[in-house]
């Protein structure tokens, strides 16, 4: 079974900071570019970060300078780092592989991010 597992969701308040987990299982994240992507009531689904097989980072304007995302391939494992946390930061967050213009083959189930005082 191929499968992307997200995890490390939840609820925190403006300014706080969560660290996402894609995990795969049944297969090597090594040679695949990893994105992340975010979809929020009423909005269309945006791409947020993408990293590709060789470390290089790319994000979405409203997240520089406050996510980082990165990999740990020995882990099977991609990261994202969200400092600094907005209410509009609120949103299901799925990992995708790949990323990029390349279509996506595979999604998680998604983590839930709340924002919130």
């Known amino acids: 079974q191929l499968q992307l597992v997200e995890s490390g969701g939840g609820l925190v308040q403006p300014g706080g900071s969560l660290r996402l987990s894609c995990t795969a299982s049944g297969f090597s994240l090594d040679d695949y570019s990893i994105g992340w992507f975010r979809q929020a009531p009423g909005k269309e689904r945006e791409g947020v970060s993408c990293i590709s097989s060789s470390g290089s980072a790319a994000y979405e304007d409203v997240v520089k300078g406050r996510f980082t995302i990165s990999r740990d391939n020995a882990k099977n494992t991609v990261y994202l780092q969200m400092n600094r946390l907005k209410p509009e930061d609120t949103a299901v967050y799925h990992c995708?592989?790949?990323?990029?213009?390349?279509?996506?083959?595979?999604w998680g189930q998604g983590t839930q991010v709340t924002v919130s005082s």
């Open positions: 995708s592989l790949p990323c990029g213009a390349a279509p996506v083959e595979y």
